[in-house]
């Protein structure tokens, strides 16, 4: 059984930081795609960041480039959104998936449960 679990959410004032993680099991790790999405309230689901199999090629957001940043760590399997300079736009929940290329990074096979991230001014 394919899990997803997030964490690392929270409130934090605007202009701080916050990592979050998403730790995967029950697939082999390194052979998908991981992304991130957000869900604000009353918005629909957006894409973040995605990042390669083995973190080469990664894909940001414009809404977020230069402020967020995507790794992962296949030795862990984990993958991390790493926020800067967070805006109170920011405010959403988080989720991680998972899917196999790049090409395909807006239809994962699999998705987490999603963390909170409150941005406040």
């Known amino acids: 059984q394919v899990q997803l679990v997030e964490s690392g959410g929270g409130l934090v004032q605007a202009g701080g930081s916050l990592r979050l993680s998403c730790a995967a099991s029950g697939l082999t790790f390194s052979t998908y795609t991981m992304e991130w999405f957000r869900q604000a309230v009353g918005k629909e689901r957006e894409f973040v960041a995605a990042i390669g199999r083995i973190g080469g090629g990664t894909i940001v957001a414009d809404s977020v480039k230069g402020r967020f940043t995507i790794s992962r760590d296949n030795a862990k399997n984990t993958a991390y959104l790493q926020m800067n300079s967070l805006k109170p736009e920011d405010t959403a929940d988080y989720y991680c998936?998972?899917?196999?290329?790049?090409?395909?990074?807006?239809?994962?096979?699999?998705w987490g449960q999603g963390t909170r991230v409150t941005v406040s001014s």
């Open positions: 998936a998972a899917s196999r290329s790049l090409a395909r990074r807006f239809v994962p096979d699999y």
